[in-house]
Nanobody
């Protein structure tokens, strides 16, 4: 199984920047996908960005957010620039992992979430 530890959330003014980090640990064969979701009260959790060999972004964050990955450290980052009040949410780290070398599919794991608040 995989444990995910997030850091980097906080309070920032509109137009500011934050960098989120998420480190994976545990027992697994490989982590094929890492990404970030976010959720606000009363709404479904939505995908913000994910990365495999390339990166994918929600339309709402394209051009402002950048996802990157350090495979040696099993860590994923989310650089968030030009933040808007609409970006306020709890951000959850995600990974899709193969627990064993013979696993035919991915198992999903989630971090505990880190609060990002964008307010003047």
């Amino acid at each position: 199984q995989v444990q995910l530890v997030e850091s980097g959330g906080g309070l920032v003014q509109p137009g500011g920047s934050l960098r989120l980090s998420c480190a994976a640990s545990g027992s697994f064969f490989s982590i094929d996908v890492m990404g970030w979701f976010r959720q606000t009260p009363g709404k479904e959790r939505e995908l913000v960005a994910s990365i495999t060999s390339g990166a994918n972004y929600a339309d709402s964050v394209k051009g402002r957010f950048t996802i990157s990955r350090d495979n040696a450290k099993n860590t994923v980052y989310l650089q968030m620039n030009s933040l808007k009040p609409e970006d306020t949410a709890v951000y959850y780290c995600y990974c899709g992992a193969r627990i064993y070398y013979y696993s035919t599919g991915l198992s999903n794991y989630w971090g505990q979430g880190t609060q990002v608040t964008v307010s003047s």
